[in-house]
């Protein structure tokens, strides 16, 4: 029932801003992820709008109504901490019916509505439990009770890093249940849901919001982020990626003909198409590759001009033998490492390019062929249809190596 | 590390390498094996055991020996009667009232203080912090001493309500300590959970903030008693003719009284125990009444404007009535008056003050010295070793020196190893050295047991993963890391030492520390030389306490 | 010293609290010689308290533990040659980075020389080799991390041994790093083992798992073979995600193979039955993996496909929802019976269905787990 806006938003801690200049928007009933790696200021973010930490400046709106100064216990949303922040001195009743009774609603009703929330959530039983009592998982599962007593009025459900402290295993089962209790009939929550996994987004979210270092990368769709990545970090951060720096080729002889249309009207390449247009690269391989870049920059990037390609591991294809002839966007290579990891087989691929080695990571649904016939050491061809190879302007060495260096 | 070494060097084989243990690790490895960690844990024991618990005993096995004189001494005196008897209840009834007063106003200041300097962001925050820890800077017997002055002006005469005044400028700095180390451990995250959830400013504090902090002020309370009931120097500047428990002690023994002395002794001594074990054991049960909610009052009570009326009234009676009257004695220098007194008098009262700055340095130094040397080991025994049961009784009698008041634990050690008791020290140097390694052999320890515990046990393990064994690992991982644990528990020893006033009249002799020539020329009127003595001794531990914050600003850093 | 595994348990158990907690039940298990081995399971299931045991920082209640045939018990962890990565880094930060790593060195006297050529050698490896002078504080969670293997490896010690060594960094630098990860091990010959709770991490980098639950061993190998094998419905369902349903034996085939009807009026679906393990009416639960599930529209022309169809087991399912999540796109069905599975195909999966669509579905029989009913079968699909 309620839109958020935020516009504008900047927190500066002493010298280090944190939030730059953020403006977002979240629809009404929509499950938007805000993705980004620790510290990038999702935390300070949702803790703005939830009104427990003023913004220096920008303002936050709750259906066009600026609730920037408002105090938190006047917003009436529920808002699940990191690491659940259960009231240790009182049981689990206590701590989900605190709401109920702050806002001196009438007793009985709050208990019925405490009895079921807890059955939603499978708790029944355990209302004299002590929060010290409890495991990881149920812990979440009263949090969860507790922040859904307080949004009546907004429906606005807030989530930091709700699952982030679970097993690897348990978060997997918990984040299905987390969007269905979210779209549920009975609920229809608008949720605002801070994660550092992107698995975990790509899972839950109608739209993510990519942030670091407390700027927003890109707002969009899973589809958008994943096939339309504004920039390195995004496609980055996404899945595995492979990069190749090169140029642009922007004189194209007629007789290269090397834009077919893709072989199959598929809804994938349907999608890209809208936004992107070809372009001719050389990255230093034998031949000239294609692929897409965003129709904004196709007009900026001229002839000769740096450009980085990004592909990524899940898009290239590899065939035993030399197939370079057959295919475009081609190397010829050998299998330098394999590893099968369940759903997938990972090739690491050693390609010669401008005479440097170079290691080309793929992945590929594991069968039970592969595991017989791409061993270590195979001759192979690697390639990637030009639809899924993505192009933007070289952001410099250094810029690279901020992204994809670790430390 | 020269990393140009690297063009020179060859590549060296390992069958090449010399494997030969530098002298340091090898010496480490020898002192490494169990049985000379257990024989430092014993020779630590047995120091805690004579430094602190034995004069403990002594007293009490001195009362049970002597009952009969005792009984006649202080009940059934052929001249007095019972006289004693009711002197020793008035003086306890009074220390009690004064230590509860006392300790109930401190706490409603401190109360809204310790909130603003641990949940406000705002200018001058650092500057109120400062000034807040500041009256724990000023010896007490300076401090006594101020506060008479101050007061004074208005007409308030040495008595009762002085004392109570004094009192309330003395253990507020440590109630406020406690509560904002508690406040700050008190996780925000649920007071902001408890805000998201709808409640306000004063349902959150009621609710949430109150019970989580429970166990932690009613700890500092309690201590915080129990320092009010054994003040001494202070409250012989400030008390006129009124006895408090602690000067009635000091009056035993100046009139060598000793049954007396020990009995009244013996009983601060047991409430002090008492209260103190009282604290482990009891305070889970008091509750608040946390379920109830008053929405509209409680939302009344929050508004702002109520709340900066608090906030204003609790900073103003900060100033006038602690730190002002702390301070006061420093506008106090009347510079011709003193030069006669205290250089141009022919009874030599700066030679006085020279020996005694000499002897308080001294004996803080050497304080410092001995309690590092039996501190450290034995702040490892308490947090290091698993002897279960042992290790809380050690924990708890450790804070035995601050909970005790400090005439009564002087006095037992004055029987257990003056000329009454083992005969092996007379009052003097060492005895005084002796009663201030008792007192403040907490304040070393407790600190280091801080760091301890909040150090990280896995970087020790890393360490010897890494080879090293347990002295190594001691000394270039455990040290380091807990050095600014214990140059916090030397600058608080040192400073202890140095306004250390009630046990050093017990025990003192002829000798003369800085505080007690305070209370020395105070009762013999000599104002101005007592106002100089005192600024330097302020001057000396306000340098000492501002170390103290640096050192614990750069810990917290890291 | 080939023949020998390089670390052996036999017959571990450890036991906390004067007998009243037993945190390793029983384990024995070897990891030979350049070997990358996984402790993988829930938490609290004893895989550290097993990896401490290994190291030295705990001593074993009962059993053996021997590195190169060598009984380690009662020596301290400060004389065992081996590397240990801590989850929480446990970097010297009073020290600088060169410091921390030349000081396993220091510990074994080496000449300077070998020292200086050892430390470069680690930093370089790991890539902080221009920062050796710097103070740890510079580094995120990921250089610290960095740094701390360097430390473990620069002494030279052939064994590795990491407590959730990625368990403390962000998702994605962990999904990245662990490939860095296996190949330093590789490169160096280690045998390595590492702990964990994640078993996407496992599979993805392990050469060897050992799956662990309450203080036990439940099985080892490598990751193909569990995956292809799993001996229980908790190694199952621990490792990869796979649909479970219940049902009872309906009829045996002469060529170890078994006819299962679901519950509830479910499919019928055949399936191995190894060594003819089950016999009729046996109450069972079958269970195959999410991305053994494939999809085709109702009017799909099987005869066209050259593909060999006869093992395969189809049956209806109509389409809830489905999802796209990248690398990977899911299905999620719900069955005749009310039963509900998941399938998962890679994301450039063409298809055109749509929502409450009927579909057929298909699962090839040797992809098909047959396990007996459990007693509980709650707490066998449970993950913890």
Redesign the interface.
């Known amino acids: 029932m309620v839109n958020i806006r935020l516009e504008n938003i900047t927190k500066k801690y002493g010298k280090t801003t944190v939030l730059d200049n953020v403006s977002l928007e979240i629809k009404d009933k929509e499950y938007l992820i805000i993705l980004g790696p620790t510290g990038a200021g999702k935390t300070t973010l949702l803790k703005i709008i939830a009104g427990l930490i003023k913004p220096d400046s920008g303002k936050v709106y709750f259906d066009e109504r600026d609730v920037t100064k408002l105090s938190p216990s006047e917003r009436n949303i529920g808002f699940m901490f990191e690491n659940y922040a259960l009231f240790p001195h009182m049981n689990i009743f206590d701590n989900i019916a605190y709401s109920g009774r702050v806002h001196d609603r009438d007793p009985k009703k709050t208990a019925t509505l405490v009895q079921q929330v807890l059955m939603m959530t499978l708790l029944t039983g355990r209302n004299n439990a002590y929060p010290d009592e409890l495991s990881g998982g149920m812990k979440q599962r009263v949090a969860l009770c507790r922040a859904l007593m307080n949004l009546e009025q907004t429906k606005l459900l807030i989530l930091d890093e709700p699952l982030k402290a679970l097993d690897a295993g348990l978060r997997m089962s918990l984040r299905r249940e987390l969007l269905l209790m979210a779209k549920s009939e009975y609920l229809q929550l608008t949720v605002i849901h801070v994660t550092n996994d992107e698995k975990e987004a790509m899972m839950l979210a109608d739209r993510i919001a990519i942030i670091n270092k407390g700027k927003i990368n890109q707002v969009g769709t899973p589809y958008e982020i994943y096939f339309h990545p504004v920039n390195l970090f995004v496609a980055f951060f996404m899945s595995e990626i492979n990069y190749f720096e090169g140029r642009c080729i922007k004189d194209i002889k007629p007789e290269w003909n090397i834009f077919k249309e893709p072989r199959k009207a598929n809804q994938l390449f349907l999608r890209i198409h809208k936004n992107s247009m070809p372009m001719l690269i050389d990255i230093g391989a034998e031949n000239r590759f294609a692929a897409y870049v965003r129709k904004e920059l196709h007009e900026q990037i001229k002839h000769g001009d740096k450009i980085l390609l990004i592909v990524r591991a899940n898009h290239f294809k590899i065939r035993l033998g030399n197939r370079l002839k057959e295919k475009n966007n081609s190397f010829l290579g050998k299998i330098f490492r394999r590893k099968f990891m369940g759903v997938f087989y990972r090739f690491e691929v050693k390609v010669k390019i401008k005479d440097q080695e170079k290691l080309i990571i793929i992945t590929i649904p594991a069968t039970r062929e592969i595991h017989k016939t791409f061993l270590e050491n195979s001759e192979v061809t690697v390639y990637f249809p030009k639809e899924l190879g993505i192009i933007f302007k070289h952001p410099g060495l250094d810029k690279i190596n901020e992204v994809l260096k670790l430390e | ?3 140009t ?2 063009e020179e ?1 060859l ?2 084989e ?1 069958s090449e ?6 002298l340091s ?1 090898r010496i480490d490895r020898f002192f490494s094996k169990p049985v000379y960690r257990k024989s430092l844990d014993a020779i630590t024991i047995i120091f805690f055991i004579l430094v602190i618990i034995g004069p403990i005993i002594n007293i009490f096995s001195t009362i049970f020996l002597n009952i009969p004189k005792i009984y006649h001494d202080v009940f059934n005196d052929e001249l007095l009667g019972n006289l004693q008897w009711l002197n020793i209840l008035r003086g306890l009834g009074t220390s009690f009232s004064i230590a509860t007063i006392a300790v109930i106003f401190d706490l409603l200041i401190a109360f809204p203080t310790a909130i603003i300097l641990t949940r406000y962001e705002f200018k001058g925050k650092k500057i109120l912090d400062a000034l807040v820890d500041l009256p724990m800077a000023v010896p007490t017997s300076a401090l006594g001493f101020s506060v008479l002055l101050f007061w004074g002006i208005f007409g308030i005469e040495p008595g009762y309500f002085l004392i109570i005044l004094g009192h309330i400028v003395f253990t507020f700095p440590y109630i406020v300590r406690n509560m904002k180390i508690v406040l700050e451990k008190t ?1 925000v ?2 007071e ?9 400013g004063f ?1 959150v504090f009621r ?2 903030t109150l ?2 902090m429970k166990e932690g002020i009613i700890a500092g309370s309690i201590l915080a008693f129990t320092r009010s009931l054994g003040e001494t120097g202070a409250t012989i500047i400030m008390s006129g003719l009124v006895e408090t428990a602690p000067i009635l002690i000091v009056g035993f023994r100046r009139q060598l009284q000793l049954p007396s002395a020990s009995l009244l002794a013996g009983i601060l001594i047991a409430i002090s125990i008492t209260l103190l074990f009282s604290i482990k054991f009891f305070t889970r049960r008091v509750g608040f009444p ?2 109830k ?1 008053f ?2 009052l409680e939302r009344f009570l929050s508004h702002k404007y109520l709340r900066i009326t608090r906030d204003s009234l609790a900073f103003t009676l900060l100033i006038v009535i602690i730190i002002i009257p702390s301070f006061f004695i420093v506008s106090q220098i009347e510079g011709q008056k003193l030069s006669q007194e205290l250089f141009l008098a022919n009874d030599y009262k700066w030679a006085y003050l020279y020996v005694s700055l000499i002897n308080s340095i001294q004996i803080g130094f050497l304080a410092v010295v001995i309690n590092l040397i039996f501190g450290i080991p034995f702040a490892f025994i308490i947090t290091k070793r698993k002897w279960g049961k042992i290790i809380t009784i050690l924990d708890t009698i450790l804070d035995v020196p601050i909970a005790i008041p400090s005439a009564a634990l002087g006095f037992a050690i004055f029987l257990f190893w003056g000329p009454a008791g083992l005969g092996l020290f007379e009052p003097g140097f060492f005895m005084i050295l002796f009663v201030h390694v008792t007192f403040s052999f907490p304040y070393m320890v407790r600190p280091i047991i801080g760091v301890l515990e909040s150090s ?1 046990v ?2 020790e ?9 347990n002295l ?1 690992v001691f000394r ?2 455990t040290l ?2 807990i050095k600014q644990g214990i140059i916090a528990g030397c600058i608080m020893v040192f400073t202890r030492s140095l306004g250390e006033t009630g046990a050093t009249i017990v025990v003192m002799g002829n000798v003369r520390t800085i505080p007690v020539l305070i209370v020395d020329w105070v009762e013999a009127n000599n104002f101005p030389s007592a106002v100089f003595a005192s600024i330097l001794v302020i001057i000396f531990s306000a340098i000492l306490i501002f170390l103290l914050r640096t050192v614990s600003k750069n810990a917290r850093k ?1 | 010293m080939i023949n020998v595994p390089t670390i052996e348990l036999k017959n571990v158990s450890k036991t906390f609290d004067e007998g009243k907690v037993l945190a390793v039940d029983n384990v024995s298990l070897k990891i030979e010689d350049g070997e990358y081995a996984f402790l993988l399971g829930p938490s609290g299931c004893g895989k550290t308290t097993t990896l401490r045991i290994i190291a030295g920082l705990e001593e074993p209640t009962e059993g053996k533990v021997l590195i190169d045939g060598k009984d380690v018990r009662g020596i301290p962890p400060e004389d065992r040659d081996m590397g240990f990565v801590f989850q929480h880094f446990e970097i010297f930060e009073h020290l600088t980075v060169w410091e921390n790593v030349t000081f396993g060195l220091e510990m074994r006297g080496y000449s300077e020389e070998y020292i200086i050529q050892q430390a470069e050698k680690a930093l370089k490896i790991v890539g902080l080799l221009e920062k050796a002078n710097e103070y740890p504080s510079i580094f995120g969670n990921p250089g610290l991390q960095k740094l701390g293997i360097a430390r473990a490896i620069a002494t030279g010690a052939k064994i590795l041994i990491m407590d959730e060594p990625l368990g403390s960094l962000d998702p994605k630098v962990s999904r990245v790093f662990r490939h860095e990860l296996r190949n330093i091990v590789k490169d160096l010959k280690l045998t390595a083992i590492h702990v964990t709770h994640n078993q996407e991490e496992a599979m993805a980098i392990a050469d060897k798992i050992i799956i662990m639950r309450a203080g036990k061993i439940l099985q080892v190998g490598t990751p193909y073979e569990l995956y292809e094998n799993p001996n229980s419905i908790f190694v199952a369902n621990f490792l990869g995600e796979t649909n479970f349903l219940q049902g009872f034996v309906l009829k045996l085939f002469d060529d170890e193979t078994m006819r299962v009807w679901i519950r509830l009026g479910g499919p019928k679906l055949n399936c191995r039955n190894v060594r003819n393990r089950f016999i009729l009416d046996d109450n069972v639960v079958i269970a195959f993996r999410f991305e053994d599930v494939y999809l085709f529209p109702l009017d799909y022309d099987f005869e066209k496909s050259p593909y060999d169809w006869s093992k395969m087991q189809f049956f209806r399912a109509i389409l809830e929802s489905s999802r796209f999540i990248g690398d990977t796109k899911r299905f999620y069905l719900i069955l005749d019976n009310g039963d509900r599975c998941v399938s998962v195909k890679p994301g450039s999966f063409e298809e055109n269905f749509k929502l409450g669509e009927e579909l057929i579905v298909a699962v090839h029989q040797d992809d098909i787990h047959v396990f007996k009913m459990p007693k509980n079968l709650i707490y066998e699909l449970s993950l913890t």
Do not use: C, F
């Open positions: 590390m020269n990393l070494k690297k060097i590549q060296v390992e390498v010399k494997k030969q243990l530098p690790l996780a995250l649920y902001d959970a408890a805000r998201t959830l709808g409640a306000p349902t609710t949430i019970p989580l946390a379920k909610v929405p509209k990280n896995g970087v393990e890393a360490a010897r993963t890494l080879g090293a064994s190594t270039k991982i380091p890391n890291r």
